[in-house]
């Protein structure tokens, strides 16, 4: 987060993305082939593909000159079926209710391949953190939740960080909903520092679940991780991470990226020095040791394992021909689009879909939930033996579905959750 003290008089919302596909038109394609196959009620249908609650809140903040600037937040509640809701919230400034509710439904089919018991939501302010000052952005988290004050809570709604939200974050959404409750309640969201009742090994989650899933897959294959070459987009909390822990298994990672540069190296980059490179610069741009290539050929590189792990719409109809990779880990929600998907099917590509790939981060905030509500903190090691054993049963359960239904493993992803949703909520029946 930057450090000026005040908005720059010149500050302005970026204009919106308007060439991408709709995130929640595309997740409801594959909501529609899965729901087909499990010939699914109309009635079950229609309540399924309809978010429980949709909150649009206004956050008004005093700046330090005076000026008042008024920002726009969300919270989507998708489904409340499994248990709390459980989701991320976003800081961007390009975000859109549609697209909270895409990353809310993503979250309620990931939580139940999981087998978690949560619900799932999303959330996010329309903002630029990276322009903002540290004391803005935490004006801004106390009032956005000061405004959802009523549906937070351990057995409400669970929030975690996502794109720009961090512990600190995290730290004070759990400190402005203690102070309204007059009590702490650490369980409220996830992802928070250690010393707030955060978990080991939470920060690392979604780069490791990445890592296990890929080796899972790379067996599936017949790929020896030891052969392999590995290329990550996105430099990242998920990428950085997904890459370090598969190049300790023995990949070579050939290529990486984010927001400002790519690059190629087919020795191998050497990821610590990547790694120090950015806490010195911010971004990758100009990072020595390895050639700098156009960023749109990094997900065309020849390699065994793409790893998309930066946002969403990244390979879609008109590169998804293009890539070469035998395995593709969507460490991020949402890379692919709908109409990308039956061309990877064609060229053989295994895609381990973001509902599973990246499902590790949801899995051990469930951990840290259940770790404040028990008031007894589990080893790191315990924390990622617990993940390891969780993420390759599910993706064995993904696996297997798939191969009954002779589908993608993503269509078989949601036909598991779709129908674990639906026959729990047969069991509790419709109230009303
Ligand atoms: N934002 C992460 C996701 O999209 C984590 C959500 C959580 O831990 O609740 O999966």
Redesign the pocket.
């Known amino acids: 987060m930057a450090v000026e003290s005040q908005l720059p008089a010149n500050y302005k919302e970026p204009a919106p993305i308007l060439d991408k596909e709709n995130p929640f038109e595309s997740m409801m394609q594959r909501f529609d082939v899965a729901a087909h196959l499990l010939n699914l009620e109309p009635g079950l249908y229609e309540y399924l593909k309809t978010p429980v609650k949709q909150i649009v809140v206004s956050i008004p903040i005093a700046l330090d000159s005076g000026e008042i600037k008024v920002f726009e937040g969300y919270r989507v509640i998708h489904n409340n079926i499994l248990g709390p809701s459980?989701?991320?919230i976003r800081y961007a400034p390009d975000i859109s209710l549609d697209e909270m509710k895409a990353l809310a439904a993503w979250?309620t089919w990931?939580c139940a391949i999981m087998s978690i018991p949560f619900g799932g939501a999303k959330g996010g302010v329309k903002c630029d953190p990276s322009k903002l000052s540290q004391l803005i952005v935490e004006k801004i988290t106390r009032r956005y939740t000061a405004n959802l004050l009523e549906i937070l809570g351990p057995d409400g709604d669970?929030p975690?960080?996502?794109m720009n939200t961090n512990e600190q974050v995290m730290a004070w959404i759990m400190d402005t909903y203690s102070m309204h409750t007059k009590k702490t309640a650490t369980g409220v969201v996830?992802?928070k520092p250690l010393l707030l009742g955060g978990s080991l090994g939470r920060r690392e989650a979604?780069g490791r679940g990445c890592m296990i899933v890929t080796l899972s897959a790379m067996d599936k294959v017949g790929i020896k991780p030891k052969d392999s070459t590995v290329v990550v987009q996105g430099f990242g909390n998920v990428g950085s991470i997904a890459a370090k822990l598969l190049r300790e298994q023995g990949c070579k990672i050939i290529g990486i990226g984010d927001v400002s540069a790519a690059y190629y190296n087919k020795k191998g980059i050497d990821l610590d020095k990547a790694q120090e490179w950015i806490k010195q610069n911010r971004t990758l741009a100009g990072f020595p040791g390895a050639e700098s290539i156009p960023q749109d050929d990094l997900l065309e590189l020849d390699c065994d394992v793409l790893v998309p792990a930066a946002k969403e719409d990244q390979i879609t109809q008109r590169n998804a021909g293009k890539i070469k990779a035998k395995i593709i880990c969507e460490g991020a929600?949402g890379p692919t689009t709908a109409k990308a998907d039956p061309i990877l099917q064609d060229k053989g590509i295994l895609v381990i879909p973001d509902i599973l790939a990246?499902?590790g981060?949801?899995t051990v905030?469930y951990f840290e939930w259940v770790q404040d509500r028990i008031g007894y903190f589990w080893s790191e090691d315990r924390v990622n033996r617990r993940l390891e054993k969780m993420m390759k049963a599910a993706f064995n359960a993904v696996y297997a579905t798939a191969e009954q239904y002779k589908v993608p493993l993503r269509i078989g992803a949601y036909v598991m959750a779709i129908d674990k949703v639906a026959k729990t909520l047969k069991l509790r029946g419709i109230y009303g």
């Open positions: 459980k989701g991320g979250m990931k669970v975690a960080p996502d996830t992802g979604t929600n990246n499902a981060g949801v905030s």
